[in-house]
């Protein structure tokens, strides 16, 4: 008798827990959305809001054209770590790319002596295109109405001016150039001329002259996603101009930060090897 007594204790005790935790978790207050899941403007004076972090996910970084996956013979000690990835074109109507007989065998020759001939591994900035499909991601900044955007890429503290406004060509080439904005509809395009001739657009050795002009056109499809394209007209390396498309995607993480990669003391062994003597 005291045992069943016992139980039927023990058995209220757990209906009464189990009625007020649900109670109790019915009357709890419910967790506050986070900041970044909270609603994004839609537009900025009119304008598609470009703001927040965006990657590329594609392998164009390592090569535009398509390419099978591939090892690197002076990378072997990495093993599987350091291979190619196999990659589809990012070519609009795919295809290859136009160069010129003479560009051609440049890019040949690039390509045979990476990875030391690459710019990127010099710790040099990426020029444009290349930035916008690294294989980092970048920030957009934009304000309200016609202002300016600022571009920042976290690989050699690389970052660009979109001027709106300002016309005027650089007296001199640069790393990164001069990128000037316009909008049309509700798509931003970006012209982006003086360049040097010393960035490459990827790590297959595909390279431009000083007369390259890309035009970006960046065209939010919807909150999260940005179609992006980019035309390079250069008559002295390309027979015809051409165009490579694909998506970048927005970081949604509420805790998402670009954090900065300077990679001077990474290439100090390439760049000044004759300098360092051998350790005994």
């Known amino acids: 008798m005291m045992r069943k007594r016992l139980i039927g204790a023990v058995g209220a005790a757990a209906l009464l827990f189990a009625v007020g935790a649900g109670l109790a978790q019915q009357r709890a207050p ?144 640069s790393w990164m150039g001069k990128s000037m904005g316009a909008w049309q509809g509700d798509t931003l395009v970006v012209t982006t001329i003086n360049q040097n001739d010393q960035t490459w657009l990827d790590r297959a050795g595909n390279h431009h002259s000083p007369k390259l002009k890309v035009t970006e056109r960046f065209t939010l499809t919807d909150s999260s996603h940005i179609r992006y394209e980019a035309t390079m007209d250069d008559p002295l390396t390309y027979s015809q101009p051409w165009t490579i498309e694909l998506t970048l995607y927005r970081d949604t993480d509420p805790n998402t930060q670009l954090l900065e990669h300077k990679c001077v003391p990474f290439s100090e062994m390439l760049l000044y090897q004759d300098l360092f003597k051998p350790k005994p």
């Open 30 to 173: 419910q967790p506050a959305a986070p900041a970044a899941a909270a609603a994004r403007p839609a537009s900025i004076g009119g304008h598609p809001n470009f703001n927040g972090i965006w990657q590329a996910m594609s392998t164009a970084y390592w090569n535009l054209e398509a390419h099978s996956a591939e090892g690197v013979s002076e990378l072997w000690r990495l093993g599987a770590i350091g291979a190619i990835p196999a990659g589809k074109s990012v070519l609009k109507g795919g295809g290859k790319i136009p160069y010129l007989p003479d560009a051609l065998k440049k890019r040949n020759d690039n390509r045979a002596g990476w990875p030391g001939t690459d710019p990127e591994a010099k710790c040099y900035m990426l020029g444009i295109p290349r930035s916008t499909y690294h294989n980092m991601p970048f920030q957009i900044f934009q304000g309200a109405g016609d202002a300016d955007l600022l571009m920042v890429y976290p690989f050699a503290a690389g970052q660009r001016v979109i001027y709106m406004k300002d016309k005027r060509e650089l007296p001199v080439d």
